[in-house]
């Protein structure tokens, strides 16, 4: 298991512990569908720090790095 922040675009993995993002990440992340369980894959990464595009469920979602490297996540 490893950090999503460490994917590079392209990467697919399956998502084990949101539990260590914020509340409100947490929520809209469940609010799109996306849970512990779900699927994910790195669409795109910004540069200089920017955000990084995840794609799951046939929907583009954008998370702050610093957020991403807090979400575990196991290779698929």
């Known amino acids: 298991?490893?950090?999503f922040g460490s994917f590079k675009v392209g990467d697919k993995?399956?998502?084990?512990?949101?539990?260590?993002?914020g509340r409100m990440v947490q929520r809209r992340l469940l609010?799109?569908?996306?849970t512990e369980g779900s699927e994910v894959c790195i669409k795109?990464?910004?540069?200089?720090?920017?955000?990084?595009?995840?794609e799951s469920c046939g929907?583009?979602?954008g998370l702050?790095?610093?957020?991403?490297r807090?979400?575990?996540?196991?290779?698929?």
């Open 59 to 61: 929907q583009c979602v």
């Open 70 to 76: 807090l979400i575990e996540v196991e290779r698929v």
């Open 13 to 21: 993995g399956k998502i084990i512990d949101i539990s260590k993002v």
């Open 64 to 68: 702050r790095r610093k957020e991403a």
């Open 44 to 54: 795109c990464v910004m540069p200089f720090g920017g955000p990084v595009m995840i």
């Open 1 to 3: 298991m490893v950090m």
């Open 31 to 34: 609010d799109l569908g996306i």
